[in-house]
């Protein structure tokens, strides 16, 4: 499994960015997927997922502002980011979760990075 980050730089505080993660190897569809971040000095927080079936959850740093969505025929996550403020600064990295029962395990895109001036 490969797992292909894109989409950051930099954005005016206020601005938006779409971030997209390309995915290849088995079937995505079947795949838990989502967005984490990391901030210099912080933790790796989980930003949003998307499971299977479309269900959708956010951090609540981020619900209201943020999107995630994923595009099943071209094999593509997206994370629509509005509102951005200078906390959302970071490393995004995308990872795919396949299903239990299929015994494979979770993979991680490269990450792309977010700054985001005030």
């Known amino acids: 499994v490969q797992l292909q980050a894109s989409g950051g730089g930099l954005v005016q505080a206020g601005g938006s960015l779409t971030l997209s993660c390309t995915y290849s190897?088995?079937?995505?569809?079947?795949?838990?997927m989502g967005w984490y971040r990391q901030a210099p000095g912080n933790q790796r927080e989980q930003v949003a997922s998307?499971?299977?079936?479309?269900?959708?959850n956010y951090a609540d740093t981020v619900k209201g502002r943020f999107t995630i969505s994923r595009d099943n025929a071209k094999n593509t996550l997206y994370l629509q980011m509005n509102s951005l403020k200078p906390e959302d600064r970071g490393v995004y990295y995308c990872?795919?979760?396949?299903?239990?029962?299929?015994?494979?395990?979770?993979?991680w895109g490269q990450g792309t990075q977010v700054t985001v001036s005030s």
């Open positions: 998307i499971s299977a079936g479309g269900s959708t």
């Open positions: 190897g088995t079937i995505f569809s079947i795949n838990h």
């Open positions: 990872y795919s979760e396949p299903p239990a029962r299929s015994g494979l395990v979770a993979s």
